[in-house]
């Protein structure tokens, strides 16, 4: 049997919030590669790592491609550092760029680090340490904390996966408003959702396909199938040039950030999990427009949050009462609240305990504490103080999941169209 080795690259923390994108220079490099014959083995990656982590510009996000270990291998790594030297954003303070090149196999600790780096934070120290312990040749520019971001993206295994179809824009019009035919945007996405995803908020009347920052990119789309990106590519029109486009492998979409909690007590804050719990108050809305309730099991509460981007959903999370069984997706941000992204509702609670009410047809008030009812309008009173059980109808269905929209969806956050 033939063993093929391949040289892993990883790439991460190039950009800043006022241009460049990882995505770019990856497909830059995976060009200049080609050029020299070079060529990159399947797609590359996109990973999404941990939502909390402090230094992030944006989605967190770091890219990783593989090519054959031969002969061409130096040059394929002078290639990467040069580009990667000539177009990080190296004036903003938080742009500290990080490569790495790989060429064993990808062992079970290096897949469990790259779970850490969705889970956990991880020091630029702790990142080193552990690259050079596995045998990673390390690039730091700057301070280097996309080491920590390029050995995960390396290093995660993709048990579930989507892909993302990037285009880029022609230079000169970066920081220009993105000329985007919407129309043909929608109906990429009537025609090829739910292959595609994520293309439109309808209800937020929002293109979610389209950047709201400077970098390179003109348009993402996502979908769980390759072949379908070359038709959406086909459909949606622009009115500018399409400088390049490539097809990433990600784990976006995949719910891969969220752990299962047993209980509210396992949780800590800047995790994301899964967890079964019951309603204690009624939702709430605050100044500002965000919406908070609280929920509990055997070992605590916690507070849930519903803030004001997460809009429509707002309303859907309104309908939820004390006793309701739920069981949320999230996670526990900086408020030390749990940001809500979906919840599945287990058990409603379709009870409610009112006064009886008199033969009369008048509802009974409460004589007092413990002396029973009496009715105001015919006078009768009755001796046991039991409130009579109601059935009520709920807007909410046992079963069914409810998602934030389109519009204020984290990347790894898996839709319902996926579940
Ligand atoms: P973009 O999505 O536009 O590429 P970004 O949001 O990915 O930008 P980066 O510029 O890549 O932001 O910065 C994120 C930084 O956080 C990187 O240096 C990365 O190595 C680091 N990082 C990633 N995961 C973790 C983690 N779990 N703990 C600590 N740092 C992390």
Do not use: W
């Not at 490539?246 to 976006?252: D, G, Y």
């Amino acid at each position: 049997m033939v063993i093929i080795n391949y040289l892993y690259i990883g790439i991460d923390d190039t950009d800043s919030p006022d241009g460049m994108c990882t995505t770019y220079l990856a497909c830059h490099i995976i060009r200049k590669l080609e050029e020299n014959d070079i060529d990159i083995v399947g797609y590359p990656r996109l990973i999404r790592l941990n939502p909390f982590a402090r230094f992030k510009t944006r989605g967190n996000g770091g890219v990783s491609f593989k090519i054959i270990n031969d002969e061409k291998a130096d040059l394929a790594k002078k290639i990467v550092l040069d580009e990667v030297s000539a177009l990080s954003m190296f004036d903003c303070d938080n742009t500290n760029p990080g490569v790495i090149f790989y060429d064993g196999e990808i062992t079970s600790e290096m897949e469990d680090y790259a779970f850490r780096a969705i889970y956990e934070f991880i020091t630029i120290d702790e990142a080193e340490e552990f690259g050079k312990s596995v045998g990673c040749e390390i690039h730091k520019f700057k301070k280097g904390r996309g080491i920590i971001g390029s050995i995960a993206a390396i290093s995660l295994p993709l048990s579930d996966y989507t892909y993302e179809l990037l285009t880029y824009r022609n230079p000169e019009n970066y920081g220009t408003k993105r000329q985007i035919d919407y129309d043909s945007v929608i109906k990429m996405d009537k025609e090829t959702f739910p292959d595609t995803f994520e293309n439109v908020d309808y209800a937020e009347n929002y293109i979610a396909i389209e950047p709201k920052t400077p970098c390179p990119v003109l348009y993402g789309i996502r979908s769980n199938d390759d072949l379908i990106l070359n038709k959406a590519l086909d459909i949606v029109k622009v009115n500018e040039p399409i400088d390049d486009y490539c097809i990433f492998l990600t784990n976006q979409h995949t719910d891969m950030h969220i752990q299962n909690a047993d209980n509210i007590s396992q949780m800590k804050q800047y995790g994301c999990y899964e967890i079964s719990v019951t309603v204690k108050d009624k939702p709430h809305v605050i100044d500002g427009g965000h919406m908070f309730f609280t929920v509990f099991d055997e070992t605590g509460e916690i507070e849930c949050a519903a803030y004001e981007p997460t809009k429509d959903f707002r309303a859907i999370v309104s309908h939820l009462r004390p006793g309701d069984i739920i069981k949320l997706y999230g996670g526990i941000g900086e408020q030390n609240t749990f940001n809500i992204e979906k919840f599945q509702v287990l058990e409603l609670n379709d009870i409610e305990y009112k006064n009886p009410v008199c033969e009369c047809g008048k509802r009974m008030t409460s004589a007092g504490k413990d002396k029973g009812f009496k009715c105001k309008k015919c006078g009768k009173r009755i001796k046991s103080s039991q409130k009579v059980s109601i059935k009520i109808d709920r807007f909410l269905n046992n079963g069914q999941f409810y998602e934030t929209p389109v519009s204020a969806r984290r990347h790894l956050s898996k839709p319902l169209c996926r579940m």
